[in-house]
């Protein structure tokens, strides 16, 4: 890094010095992938001997456990329920050392995808550790393999902290963590995104894809993009392709069109910070006029050098079509690894990979085959795992959670230096058998992007609902499409898609063949659908960071949602 | 869609016709825009309202979130059959208040 730092922009300042702290990080990271055992089996002794004196350390003998041998024969397996009492006491008495030592002074609300949020403890030691991998490790890996390029130039943020971050009875806070950390450093937001104060912490009626995506568009410098999750990054990139005629006519005169929606106080401020840029709208105009058969990013944005966000598991649909319809191979994508509200258990280790790194010193890690049904005496540590094997990935933290299924399978795709590399694949819940033909949500969704890549048409998002009211039970898919060729018919794309699933899963392909299971039946959904389904939940509430993709129907709300919002349905008559 | 829109003191009545869809969402948003400022109530009538889509149903939800912001509120009445069936499967009768 030979730059000369006073003549970086304020945002570019603050790139170095976030690349610099993550070299060190990384140059760590990449010592422990060396011999993981060794730095993971490190970790849990000293989690055990911290905790020795809490009322669970003290149950399951933490005190003289001197070997992961004997930690897997002390101490059990657990779930979220076998800690809810002592969650209880904790949140509701301001019990302490209960289950943890360290000190706790946040509660991740979880999403809630399975049923009610829970309220899951993390220490200042768990977000010590999240910091140090996601606001410093991703910066040195960028530094390692994009050199210096992205450095001076803003990024365009789309994250948005909508939700509440409330309080509990103990006086820990309670809600999403990111929302909680984005607070503390808010003033400096504008400094380092594009996206204004306004767009992210919005008041409930501002329409926040126009303002991430005109004062994205006024920056012709941006060098990355970064969302929770892929599918908003999509999500924007088409709402430019259908409004870039409002958006390019806006900057150029500096104005905001009245037919956009924000309070007249969010107007006022907003218009305070704009000015016609009639040159940047000349450039943009005749990017747009040229159609959009070609990826248009990389001409918006010509220094855009990498997009971030989680793009693997559910959300690799979106990360595969933005690159293959929108931003071309020349900008990278950075595919977060595995992180949830009990810790951060994997980290990318290279851009445009779906697999990504576990960290030694992050969490102490079991694996549980997928086949061994609930024999724990297969469980094995990261050191054993085999690569090509899936496995339910379980932990142990430094927020209280010991030998604790995290209900998420995992699939071992290879190794960086020493250490396993692993994939997202499902919500084990999540998992579909009516018959007994256990389809994952992989299957399901292969199933539907191979019958739109071989029909021609966009899928915008689809789910499944185990229609099991049909005889013989059988799947009913609800798509979203767009830009349905004219000469494709629905029937045609119901066929498609039996077809596939079958071959996605066989099981489920035989069963339909012998009448066990009934023909696939589709429904076809109202255009924005699914961006009302994402509305309508963060108005209920959830954070935006938090809403995942609804893959299965598993609840009546859900389940009355799609129904009511189906445009027309194809099915096999007898 | 025919939108027609009273606006007394603190209280606006919006009376819609036709179709809330993809293609007349906009012009309704549009339309009461600046109007929500400050206002108190907000009543949609939708006698002759035929039906409404997922592009309608955001658009309510604009609306329903802008009244709560101004701790205002925002009552739709005479909704037929066929869009209070839509209401209910979308849970949309548990987040606004609607009058037979």
């Given at each position: 890094?030979?730059?000369?730092?006073?003549?970086?922009?304020?945002?570019?300042?603050?790139?170095?010095?976030?690349?610099?702290?993550?070299?060190?990080v990384?140059?760590n990271l990449?010592?422990m992938t060396?011999?993981p055992?060794?730095y993971n089996?490190e970790l849990l002794?000293h989690i055990?001997?911290?905790?020795?004196?809490?009322?669970?350390?003290?149950?399951?003998?933490?005190?003289?456990?001197?070997?992961?041998?004997?930690?897997?024969?002390?101490?059990?397996?657990?779930?979220?329920?076998?800690?809810?009492?002592?969650?209880?006491?904790?949140?509701?008495?301001?019990?302490?050392?209960?289950?943890?030592?360290?000190?706790?002074?946040?509660?991740?609300?979880?999403?809630?995808?399975?049923?009610?949020?829970?309220?899951?403890?993390m220490s200042?030691n768990s977000i010590e550790i999240s910091n140090r991998y996601l606001?410093?490790y991703?910066?040195?890996?960028?530094?390692?393999?994009?050199?210096?390029?992205?450095?001076?130039?803003?990024?365009?943020?789309?994250?948005?902290?909508?939700?509440?971050?409330?309080?509990?009875?103990?006086?820990?806070?309670?809600?999403?963590?990111?929302?909680?950390?984005?607070?503390?450093?808010?003033?400096?937001?504008?400094?380092?995104?594009?996206?204004?104060?306004?767009?992210?912490?919005?008041?409930?009626?501002?329409?926040?894809?126009?303002?991430?995506?005109?004062?994205?568009?006024?920056?012709?410098?941006?060098?990355?993009?970064?969302?929770?999750?892929?599918?908003?990054?999509?999500?924007?990139?088409?709402?430019?392709?259908?409004?870039?005629?409002?958006?390019?006519?806006?900057?150029?005169?500096?104005?905001?069109?009245?037919?956009?929606?924000?309070?007249?106080?969010?107007?006022?401020?907003?218009?305070?910070?704009?000015?016609?840029?009639?040159?940047?709208?000349?450039?943009?105009?005749?990017?747009?006029?040229?159609?959009?058969?070609?990826?248009?990013?990389?001409?918006?944005?010509?220094?855009?050098?990498?997009?971030?966000?989680?793009?693997?598991?559910?959300?690799?649909?979106?990360?595969?079509?933005?690159?293959?319809?929108?931003?071309?191979?020349?900008?990278?994508?950075?595919?977060?690894g595995l992180t949830a509200?009990e810790g951060l258990f994997s980290v990318?280790?290279?851009?445009?990979?779906?697999?990504a790194v576990l960290v030694p010193d992050s969490v102490f890690y079991?694996?549980?085959?997928?086949?061994?049904?609930?024999?724990?005496?297969?469980?094995?540590?990261m050191?054993?795992?085999?690569?090509?094997?899936?496995?339910?990935i379980?932990i142990t933290n430094c927020s209280?959670f010991?030998?604790?299924?995290m209900?998420?399978?995992?699939?071992?795709?290879?190794?960086?230096?020493?250490t396993?590399?692993i994939?997202?694949?499902?919500?084990?819940?999540?998992?579909?058998?009516?018959?007994?033909?256990?389809?994952?949500?992989?299957?399901?969704?292969?199933?539907?992007?191979?019958?739109?890549?071989?029909?021609?048409?966009?899928?915008?998002?689809?789910?499944?609902?185990?229609?099991?009211?049909?005889?013989?039970?059988?799947?009913?898919?609800?798509?979203?499409?767009?830009?349905?060729?004219?000469?494709?018919?629905?029937?045609?794309?119901?066929?498609?898609?039996?077809?596939?699933?079958?071959?996605?899963?066989?099981?489920?392909?035989?069963?339909?063949?012998?009448?066990?299971?009934?023909?696939?039946?589709?429904?076809?959904?109202?255009?924005?659908?699914?961006?009302?389904?994402?509305?309508?939940?963060?108005?209920?509430?959830?954070?935006?960071?938090?809403?995942?993709?609804?893959?299965?129907?598993?609840?009546?709300?859900?389940?009355?949602?799609?129904?009511?919002?189906?445009?027309?349905?194809?099915?096999?008559?007898? | 869609?025919?939108?027609?829109?009273?606006?007394?003191?603190?209280?606006?009545?919006?009376?819609?016709?036709?179709?809330?869809?993809?293609?007349?969402?906009?012009?309704?948003?549009?339309?009461?825009?600046?109007?929500?400022?400050?206002?108190?109530?907000?009543?949609?009538?939708?006698?002759?309202?035929?039906?409404?889509?997922?592009?309608?149903?955001?658009?309510?939800?604009?609306?329903?979130?802008?009244?709560?912001?101004?701790?205002?509120?925002?009552?739709?009445?005479?909704?037929?059959?066929?869009?209070?069936?839509?209401?209910?499967?979308?849970?949309?009768?548990?987040?606004?208040?609607?009058?037979?």
């Amino acid at each position: 890094m030979s730059l000369d730092l006073e003549k970086l922009s304020p945002a570019g300042q603050g790139n170095y010095q976030k690349a610099v702290q993550g070299k060190t990080v990384l140059e760590n990271l990449n010592k422990m992938t060396k011999d993981p055992m060794k730095y993971n089996t490190e970790l849990l002794m000293h989690i055990l001997e911290d905790n020795k004196c809490t009322e669970y350390g003290k149950k399951c003998d933490f005190a003289n456990i001197h070997s992961v041998e004997e930690f897997q024969k002390k101490v059990p397996v657990s779930m979220y329920d076998d800690y809810s009492e002592y969650i209880w006491r904790m949140t509701e008495e301001s019990e302490e050392n209960l289950i943890c030592a360290y000190p706790i002074n946040h509660y991740n609300k979880s999403s809630g995808t399975m049923g009610n949020p829970k309220r899951l403890p993390m220490s200042d030691n768990s977000i010590e550790i999240s910091n140090r991998y996601l606001t410093k490790y991703i910066y040195g890996l960028l530094e390692e393999k994009l050199g210096d390029t992205w450095f001076d130039g803003r990024s365009m943020s789309l994250t948005e902290s909508a939700a509440h971050v409330g309080s509990l009875k103990c006086g820990a806070s309670y809600g999403a963590l990111s929302v909680k950390l984005s607070l503390q450093y808010r003033d400096y937001l504008p400094m380092f995104f594009t996206s204004p104060d306004e767009a992210a912490y919005p008041e409930p009626d501002t329409n926040t894809r126009y303002l991430h995506a005109r004062f994205g568009l006024m920056d012709k410098n941006i060098t990355s993009a970064g969302a929770s999750f892929f599918s908003f990054f999509l999500e924007l990139i088409r709402y430019i392709e259908k409004n870039w005629e409002i958006l390019v006519n806006d900057i150029e005169t500096g104005t905001i069109d009245p037919s956009i929606k924000m309070s007249s106080d969010v107007r006022k401020s907003l218009l305070a910070k704009i000015e016609p840029q009639p040159e940047r709208a000349k450039e943009l105009r005749e990017i747009f006029e040229q159609g959009f058969d070609e990826p248009f990013v990389p001409k918006v944005w010509p220094n855009m050098r990498y997009i971030m966000g989680v793009g693997t598991g559910g959300f690799k649909t979106y990360a595969e079509k933005i690159s293959e319809k929108y931003t071309g191979d020349s900008i990278k994508q950075l595919r977060m690894g595995l992180t949830a509200s009990e810790g951060l258990f994997s980290v990318p280790y290279d851009l445009d990979r779906d697999d990504a790194v576990l960290v030694p010193d992050s969490v102490f890690y079991e694996f549980l085959p997928l086949d061994a049904g609930e024999d724990f005496s297969q469980i094995v540590t990261m050191d054993k795992l085999e690569v090509g094997k899936d496995y339910e990935i379980l932990i142990t933290n430094c927020s209280g959670f010991y030998r604790y299924r995290m209900r998420d399978a995992i699939h071992v795709a290879g190794k960086y230096n020493d250490t396993p590399t692993i994939e997202f694949l499902f919500r084990i819940d999540q998992n579909v058998s009516i018959m007994g033909e256990k389809t994952t949500e992989v299957a399901l969704r292969v199933a539907a992007e191979n019958t739109a890549k071989e029909l021609g048409f966009d899928l915008i998002d689809f789910s499944m609902y185990p229609d099991l009211d049909a005889s013989p039970v059988r799947y009913l898919y609800f798509m979203e499409i767009d830009n349905l060729p004219s000469d494709v018919r629905p029937k045609e794309i119901r066929y498609v898609l039996e077809q596939n699933l079958a071959a996605a899963n066989p099981s489920m392909g035989d069963k339909v063949k012998r009448g066990i299971c009934g023909a696939t039946k589709l429904n076809i959904l109202e255009p924005d659908t699914y961006m009302l389904y994402r509305d309508l939940m963060l108005s209920k509430g959830v954070a935006s960071g938090q809403l995942k993709p609804v893959r299965v129907i598993n609840n009546e709300m859900q389940r009355k949602f799609f129904f009511g919002l189906t445009d027309y349905s194809v099915e096999v008559v007898k | 869609m025919k939108i027609d829109m009273k606006k007394e003191d603190g209280k606006l009545l919006v009376e819609l016709e036709g179709r809330l869809d993809t293609n007349t969402s906009p012009e309704l948003e549009s339309t009461l825009g600046e109007c929500l400022e400050n206002a108190e109530s907000l009543v949609f009538d939708f006698e002759k309202l035929r039906y409404i889509s997922s592009s309608g149903l955001r658009s309510l939800l604009v609306f329903q979130k802008k009244m709560n912001s101004q701790k205002g509120s925002m009552v739709i009445r005479n909704a037929n059959d066929l869009i209070m069936e839509i209401f209910e499967a979308t849970g949309f009768c548990d987040i606004l208040t609607i009058e037979k």
